[in-house]
């Protein structure tokens, strides 16, 4: 007859009975847990959803800078007053304008002249036939009568001459004809080169008067009888003709130069066309007209352009986010769809103070918190993503804040916006902390003040303090602003989105969480186990460039499950029998399989991110017990299921942890190690790496061959550093008690 059952045995009895309670209801799940799952991660593995986003961002951007390159229709009349300033919304050619000035410029050239040598040749010829005909007048045959022989002379002579003749009256060839030889060839000498002297400077015909007054002068001191010289004279008067004339194709050829000098006029764009009570006569109305701001007749062209742009900046976009997943630490979608909303916030913001420049707020866009979108970006995403949303916010902002005139670009914005976002990416480090993300905004603050000073001087204008003192005033609120958003926008895309941002991970780490004391106070052995566990991981994650951060932080967590029953647990048996040796091994394996699905169970109590409940229920996946399980083999007589032995899992679904997974098994295995060498320790890590291989307990996870191997290496070199070789110092005491 059996003695009564000890009381020791009846609790243990009823504790495994809860515990295989757990573990039933943990292989047999229900649908009621899947019930309490929210919709989002559903959401995130659409895999066509990324198909919807771009298309959203382009409308977002697309809606924002539309009123930006729109050019403006005014319904203006002839005559009428304008009710305000109009900008030229394009820069377009005034051809109109240009002609007119082109026909200026040529009407401003002067008629072009030549000077005709040739008719200086001629004059002199006409001159000395003149006087050779006048010789051989002269010769006639003589009668008594003088005036009958006068007559002779002067028909002769005209009938030499001819028709030129009547150049001249009888006074002229009467003198001549009665002078002698040698007097007609004095005159004829004097009245030659007389022309010739004359005729070879520029005679226009309106000097042609004082050129043949010139004759008379030349003349004056010939010695010559009166009436022969006036004759000479006469005779050279009537030989200077103008040689100066006009020509026609030169001044043809100067006139078109003179049009091709004159550049087109333009209508700039930003020109004010007519500013705000000026009457709108005809030369301002066929400006207007001519830019199409009556008419709505450029509106489609600035449209296309931008549509161009968008549509570039989506494919950059979207070669961004297709070429690597590993980019990311959360869900591909879920990093497009956060990324869309943090675009979508910071465009608006920057949309709704822009509206403030039509109020004579021109510089207004230097107060805007751009740096929050990129702040966001890199602290909930990526830093490479956060780069490439400093230039989208520079090229939106440039477009946004462009001093009221629609399709221009403020480079000064766009400068001042790619500066700040840039040092805030660089400032803000590795390590985010909140109190780093304040001291970014200050950094941006002072950085934004030194990009503004450097444009005013580059700008060289004349500011007033007041003005310069707004701008620096401008500077520190972005800066500042940007980073109070960031700090108070952060939890609700972290709890909205589920994320697991490199700051939360830091906060979770603080010794003085709720549960890692828990941990210290009631399972010491299991703290320990647990920091080493995060320093080998962590050291293997960042060599294979998984999230070590989420691996040394997840592993301080990953046996919280202990906290139940820690005497049960080697690590925490100090000083004490180990309780294992008196239950049946069946029940020590319950035990030893419950704390996974029991620290899950206080994660998911404690509202702990979803990575973490990963880490405590996978990180030994479906790994057998094989302790227990042989000792049961030994114990039985019947044969006994391995799969009962076996942790329910599921395997590790992620690199991170199954590193945790193979670091866990490593530290443990080490620490029973006598005397650990370097040979010892590789050998062991290779051994279980290679054991959970061979087991299945990475097949659903993307670790590699080539990784494994860079995980064995990083561990057996951490393990090294830990159990590097001491010196052995002699103990002085036994020394002392010797020499006693």
């Given at each position: 007859m059996r003695g009564p059952v000890p009381q020791d045995r009846v609790v243990f009895a009823s504790t495994m009975k809860e515990v295989l309670q757990k573990v039933r209801k943990k292989l047999g799940r229900t649908s009621q847990k899947?019930?309490?799952?929210?919709?989002?991660?559903?959401?995130?593995?659409?895999?066509?959803?990324?198909?919807?986003?771009?298309?959203?961002?382009?409308?977002?951007?697309?809606?924002v800078l539309f009123t930006s390159v729109k050019p403006d229709t005014f319904h203006a009349k002839l005559f009428s007053v304008s009710?305000?300033?109009?900008?030229?919304?394009?820069?377009?050619?005034?051809?109109?304008?240009?002609?007119?000035?082109?026909?200026?410029?040529?009407?401003?050239?002067?008629?072009?002249?030549?000077?005709?040598?040739?008719?200086?040749?001629?004059?002199?010829?006409?001159v000395e036939s003149f006087f050779d005909a006048i010789g051989e007048a002269s010769s006639a045959d003589g009668q008594s009568n003088q005036e009958a022989g006068n007559e002779a002379q002067l028909d002769k002579l005209k009938t030499i001459l001819g028709e030129t003749y009547e150049k001249y009256s009888e006074n002229v060839y009467l003198p001549l004809l009665a002078a002698d030889e040698q007097q007609r060839s004095l005159a004829k000498d004097a009245v030659v080169t007389a022309v010739n002297e004359i005729m070879n400077e520029p005679i226009p015909s309106e000097k042609l008067n004082e050129a043949r007054?010139?004759?008379?002068?030349?003349?004056?001191?010939?010695?010559?009888?009166?009436?022969?010289?006036?004759?000479?004279?006469?005779?050279?008067?009537?030989?200077?003709?103008?040689?100066?004339?006009?020509?026609?194709?030169?001044?043809?050829?100067?006139?078109?130069?003179?049009?091709?000098?004159?550049?087109?006029v333009q209508i700039k764009q930003g020109q004010i066309i007519v500013e705000e009570g000026q009457l709108i006569d005809r030369e301002v109305y066929r400006k207007l007209e001519l830019l199409g701001l009556l008419d709505n007749k450029y509106t489609f062209q600035p449209l296309f352009g931008l549509f161009i742009l968008i549509v570039l900046t989506l494919a950059y976009l979207a070669y961004f986010f297709e070429k690597d997943d590993k980019l990311f630490v959360i869900n591909k979608n879920k990093a497009l769809l956060l990324f869309t909303i943090i675009?979508?916030?910071?465009?608006?913001?920057?949309?709704?103070?822009?509206?403030?420049?039509?109020?004579?707020?021109?510089?207004?866009?230097?107060?805007?918190?751009?740096?929050?979108?990129?702040?966001?970006?890199?602290?909930?995403?990526?830093?490479?993503l956060a780069f490439v949303s400093s230039l989208i916010y520079a090229l939106c902002g440039s477009f946004i804040f462009n001093e009221g005139v629609t399709g221009t670009f403020n480079f000064t914005i766009g400068l001042y916006y790619l500066c700040g976002c840039i040092a805030a990416i660089l400032f803000l480090g590795e390590h985010n902390v909140r109190s780093k993300i304040l001291q970014t905004g200050l950094f941006v603050s002072i950085v934004n003040i030194v990009v503004i000073t450097s444009i005013l001087?580059?700008?060289?204008?004349?500011?007033?303090?007041?003005?310069?003192?707004?701008?620096?005033?401008m500077a520190v609120v972005s800066g500042v602003a940007s980073s109070v958003l960031s700090i108070g926008l952060l939890p609700f895309f972290e709890s909205g989105f589920g994320i697991l941002s490199s700051m939360k991970l830091i906060e979770l780490s603080n010794p003085n969480h709720p549960l890692l004391r828990k941990i210290l106070t009631e399972a010491p052995g299991t703290y320990h186990h647990s920091v080493m566990v995060a320093n080998l991981a962590e050291s293997a994650c960042e060599a294979i460039g998984a999230n070590g951060l989420?691996?040394?932080?997840?592993?301080?967590?990953?046996?919280i499950g202990k906290t139940r029953r820690?005497?049960?647990?080697?690590?925490?048996?100090?000083?004490?029998?180990?309780?294992?040796?008196?239950?049946?091994?069946?029940?020590?394996?319950n035990i030893i399989i419950a704390h996974a699905e029991e620290g899950a169970e206080m994660l998911r109590k404690h509202k702990m991110p979803k990575e973490f409940i990963d880490i405590a229920q996978q990180h030994h996946g479906t790994s057998l017990l094989k302790f227990f399980y042989h000792k049961a083999q030994e114990n039985s007589d019947q044969p006994v299921l391995e799969s009962e032995f076996r942790y329910p899992g599921p395997k590790p679904q992620t690199r991170e942890v199954a590193v945790i997974s193979i670091a866990d098994s490593v530290e443990a295995a080490v620490r029973s190690l006598k005397n650990p060498t370097p040979d010892k320790i590789e050998k062991l890590v290779r051994s279980i790496i290679k054991d959970k291989l061979q087991d299945g307990q990475f097949d659903e996870c993307d670790l590699t061959l080539?990784?494994?191997e860079l995980v064995a290496k990083s561990l057996c070199e951490t393990l090294k550093g830990i159990f590097h070789s001491r010196i052995e110092y002699p103990d002085f005491q036994e020394k002392k008690v010797k020499k006693a």
């Open positions: 899947k019930e309490k799952q929210p919709i989002w991660p559903f959401f995130w593995k659409i895999q066509s959803l990324h198909l919807f986003l771009y298309p959203i961002i382009g409308i977002i951007m697309f809606s009710d305000q300033t109009i900008y030229a919304p394009v820069t377009v050619v005034d051809q109109e304008m240009t002609e007119k000035r082109k026909e200026e410029a040529a009407e401003s050239v002067e008629d072009q002249y030549v000077l005709k040598k040739e008719y200086a040749d001629n004059s002199v010829d006409l007054d010139k004759v008379k002068e030349k003349l004056q001191y010939v010695n010559l009888p009166e009436k022969i010289r006036a004759a000479a004279e006469e005779i050279g008067r009537g030989a200077i003709i103008s040689n100066y004339v006009f020509d026609p194709q030169a001044t043809d050829e100067k006139r078109e130069e003179a049009k091709e000098k004159v550049q087109e675009l979508a916030f910071t465009l608006a913001v920057m949309k709704i103070i822009g509206l403030f420049q039509k109020m004579d707020y021109s510089q207004i866009g230097f107060i805007v918190p751009v740096v929050v979108g990129v702040m966001l970006t890199k602290l909930l995403i990526s830093d490479k001087f580059i700008q060289n204008g004349i500011y007033s303090s007041l003005e310069i003192g707004s701008y620096f005033l989420l691996a040394r932080v997840g592993s301080y967590y990953h046996d820690p005497h049960y647990f080697i690590e925490n048996q100090m000083n004490m029998e180990n309780p294992h040796d008196k239950l049946s091994p069946q029940l020590s394996k080539k990784e494994l």
